[in-house]
């Protein structure tokens, strides 16, 4: 079935914009009109203009989730019933995958089904936590709570993840940057030379000679090398998605310098954060637990919650049993076991959880500050050496030049 992009006014006057199916232009119109929308523009998508999701760039952000639970939860307050509640969001959600989502999450409502089973139905758009807070938010009749503290939950999430991208776009360009020049020097401008200095039959350095066979070697074999690259990123990306490739890339995020203290903070940041929300919600504490674990993107600390999560079974205190795993800071599990015995552990885990977003802050700009220096001395030192290649040889031109004259 013809799908046709359309631009529409709503009820309350606000522009939308989507996607219709429809068997004629005529009938899409008919669908706007059915929803109370007026249309002012649509065309019928082709290949070109279609939007096309690739895998690697499909997952939502974290922002977009706080942005729909902050606007749900304003809508709820202010009289609207789930149904059209859900519909305004189905229409007005800016990213294509959760809108979507949104609108199957309506029908099954339509149905009878309760928000957060069809919450459930789409688990692999909604995150088990918010599944979960909804479902909680239901039972105890607050659900614009829960929603505003999944608001709060996706934003400080966002928030964090923010700052160590931000962190590392400098250091990849000034990576990428090298990798050109380099690729530059070696492809055109040192070939130029060579021809010139075969010419004069001069006595290349030693350095000059290892840059030219380099020179050479890349040149004649470019598309192998190229060919090795790619296959060595699939074989790491097919190695990572293993449970001994987690595993390994899990361990050295965690032993490699300055990214290994970034790595702990960011777990403790997530684990308190995760599990003040949840158990805020009136979740229980195993159940709790569990969704946090989930939720741990680094295996280790995965394992370590699940681990936490049995021995609490068990009868024993969470900071202990925190503390047993040796992974987490020392802090995390002493605040763990305050929060215990004075029956405030979601406050305390909210106060810690508050206390590592600014630490991860603070160690991205540490990592950043140690980052850029050490790729700008190697720039140097590469891209000198490649120079000095090349000037060494017309240096020794114009000394022989000058003891003829």
Known sequence: ????????????????????????????????????EIPIDMKEETVLSKDIELPFFSKIPSRAYSVFCWQLKSILAAGVTIVPALEMMAQQTENKKLRAAIARVKVDVEKGESFSDALARQKDVFPPIFINMMAAGEASGNLETSLERMAVHFEKDGKLKSIVRNAMIYPVILIIVIIAVMVVILTYVIPSFTDTFDELGIEMPLVTRMVLSFSNF????????????????VTITLFRRTDRGRHCFAWLSMKLPLFGDLTVKSASAMYARTLSTLMGAGIPVLDSLEITAENMSNVYFQEATYQVREDTAQGRRMGESLERTGLFPLMLCHMMSIGEETGEIEDMLQRVADYYDEEVENATKALTSALEPAIIVVMGLVVGTLVMAIFMPIMSIYDGMDQYM
């Open 1 to 36: 079935m013809p799908a046709y992009k359309y631009t529409s006014i709503n009820r309350a006057g606000k522009q939308i914009k989507g996607t219709v199916e429809a068997k004629t232009m005529d009938a899409a119109m008919l669908v706007l009109k059915g929803r109370g």
């Open 218 to 233: 890349f040149v004649q074999n470019w598309f192998i090398i190229l060919l090795t690259v790619v296959l060595l990123a």
